[in-house]
């Protein structure tokens, strides 16, 4: 929702490196610029770009380790972004830097309909809650245990320790 990007994979697994602990806001240069241009960010033009001048100090410390930043762009949006350290044998050749693109180009397509998929798959379950809380509604007399049974069934979507349910009969609350 704020748009801004945290690291939620690392390598190697386990081991925190200044890779690993990386947050870039939304509105940060690098976003924007990866967003706008959708091609691979470099060390050296980050550091002689002009709009790079206005990152913060703290983000400019976070990512000066960073050698290549790789856009993840699916349906023409940012999705996500690659961020590589130096390469072990030299630097990143044009053919590197092609695989690259291709692999996150395929890799932003896969995650995205992973996203998609679990969106889904929250729906299909909001359904069914809904569907349940009818059939319990439709299928008692007594109002407690239909208030009961909906507020059950509630709590399996909504992520809350209790609810509760307030009746107005005229101007009283009970």
């Known amino acids: 929702g704020s748009e801004d990007f945290a690291v939620m994979f ?3 697994k386990g081991k925190e490196t200044s890779l690993s602990t990386i947050r870039l806001r939304g509105q940060s240069p690098i976003v924007e610029y ?4 959708r091609g691979l ?3 050296e033009a980050l550091a002689i770009l002009p709009e790079f001048r206005a990152l913060w100090e703290q983000e400019r410390a976070e990512v000066s380790d960073i050698e290549l930043f790789v856009p993840l762009i699916s349906r023409d949006k940012l999705i996500g972004i690659l961020a590589l350290d130096k390469k072990h ?3 990143y050749s044009l053919e590197d830097l092609n695989l690259l693109e291709e692999v996150t180009n395929r890799v932003a397509v896969s995650m995205e309909k992973e996203y998609l998929r679990e969106r889904l798959r929250e729906r299909e379950e909001e359904l069914q809650v809904m569907n349940r809380s009818s059939i319990i509604i439709t299928s008692s007399l007594d109002i407690k245990e239909i208030y009961d049974s ?3 069934e509630l709590k399996k979507v909504v992520d809350v320790n209790w609810a509760a349910i307030v009746l107005l009969e005229e101007s009283n609350i009970h």
């Open 150 to 152: 909906f507020i059950e």
């Open 89 to 91: 044998s030299g630097r």
């Open 34 to 37: 990866l967003r706008r241009e």
């Open 10 to 12: 690392s390598e190697p």
């Open 41 to 43: 960010l470099t060390r």
